[in-house]
């Protein structure tokens, strides 16, 4: 690919741009820029639906909410991620660094955020009556707390020289590079890949054999415990539903970052060329854009939240309980219901307090 262009003419220590065709460049700058506002206004939804409506502060979607707050933010980082396309770096040296630091945190934090939600689901699945003893929306909120603090600690500690000396390891003029000794890799590559995956990976096999079994018995027992116990039969067919939504959730994490990893594993640059790279990036920022969308097709409450937010019926007096007044608000109440009935992380031991006159309305 030639190379004739500087990023800053008038020096004359200044990296050269990237030259590609101008097709290319339009079609990556189009790219990016939709992933990147899709991502940032999606994740955004998320963030506001679980945190407006009490009826969904529950452990998983604080999860679901860390996941949702580490994947807006790397919506917008990678706005600063467009102006690299040319392979130029317009802003200081100390922002360069920060974007880094911010992109690895929030990435760190959304892999360490999928591990605690196969831990969620194992125990959920695997261990359902000790479930809302286990995790508790207290607990979750202490895990999720503790995995950005030590996302924050670990880049804090694999990027300290980079934070030191902003640009030490700039070629050139307009470069943004920051690097790291190779143990500091190898220890990257180990807690934010290996082990995680790992233990997503194990994990979430034995939900799967688990949740297999029990659906199978779900089946064939369907009618007798419908019955006898309509409100159990329906709590534990919606956990079922939570794990396959949020195993959907794990296999697109994984099919958008492993082919980011392996080039990272594998430090080979003559296996991909600018273009091959171009689309391994796109393909790790992808991934935050598809977890909202994910969400809304499996979880009716998603939807429901959204189209709340969307036309502004969240500004109603008393829209965060989902026990509203039905006389009072009228329409509006009728999807707060709605939006409780179709929530599906309730926990095996919480009653439900739904009639069925308005689960048939």
């Known amino acids: 690919m030639e190379e004739t262009e500087l ?21 990556i700058y189009i790219v990016l820029s939709s992933i990147a ?14 945190s407006h409506f009490r009826q969904l502060h529950t452990p998983s979607n604080i999860l679901l909410l ?25 802003l200081s040296d100390l922002i360069c660094v ?37 995790v508790t929306p207290k607990k979750a909120r ?27 390891y700039n070629s050139c003029a307009g470069e943004c590079v920051v690097a790291a000794n190779f143990i500091e890799q190898v220890a990257d590559l180990i807690l934010t890949f290996v082990i995680p995956i790992t233990v997503i990976i194990v994990l979430y096999v034995r939900v799967f054999v688990v ?19 309509p409100g159990k039969a329906a709590v534990r067919k919606s956990e079922l539903k939570a794990a396959t939504t949020l195993g959907v959730v794990v296999v697109a994490f994984l099919l958008c970052l ?20 171009a689309i391994v990036i796109c393909l790790f920022y992808f991934n935050s854009c598809l977890n909202p969308i994910i969400y809304a097709f499996f979880y009716p409450w998603c939807r429901k939240s959204f189209k709340l937010i969307l036309t502004l019926q969240i500004l109603k007096p008393g829209s965060c309980n989902a026990n509203g007044n039905e006389a009072s608000h009228g329409t509006f ?29």
Request: net charge positive.
């Open 66 to 90: 860390s996941l949702a707050v580490s994947d807006f933010f790397v919506g917008l980082l990678m706005f600063s991620q467009v102006m690299l396309i040319e392979g130029c770096w317009y």
């Open 258 to 277: 492993c082919p980011y990893f392996c080039v990272t594993l594998t430090a080979d640059d003559t296996l991909f060329n600018t273009s091959s790279a």
């Open 98 to 134: 920060l974007y880094y630091v911010s992109n690895v945190i929030a990435s760190s934090a959304a892999i360490g955020t999928m591990v605690l939600i196969s831990v969620d689901r194992y125990v959920a699945i695997c261990y359902p009556l000790h479930y809302s003893t286990k």
């Open 37 to 50: 506002l899709l991502t940032a206004t999606l994740n955004l939804l998320v963030i506001i639906s679980i």
């Open 333 to 361: 109440a009728k999807w707060l219901v709605d939006l409780r009935v179709d929530h599906s992380n309730l926990p095996e031991d919480e009653p439900v307090t739904i009639t069925k006159a308005e689960i048939q309305q």
């Open 211 to 229: 949740a297999l079994s029990q659906a199978r018995a779900m089946r064939s027992h369907i009618a007798a415990v419908s019955l006898q116990c």
């Open 7 to 27: 990023c800053f003419p008038q020096l004359n220590t200044s990296c050269r741009k990237l030259k590609r065709p101008h097709s290319h460049t339009v079609l």
């Open 142 to 168: 202490i895990c999720v707390s503790l995995c950005w603090i030590f996302s924050l600690i670990f880049v804090g500690m694999l990027l300290r020289d980079n934070l030191r000396q902003p640009g030490r």
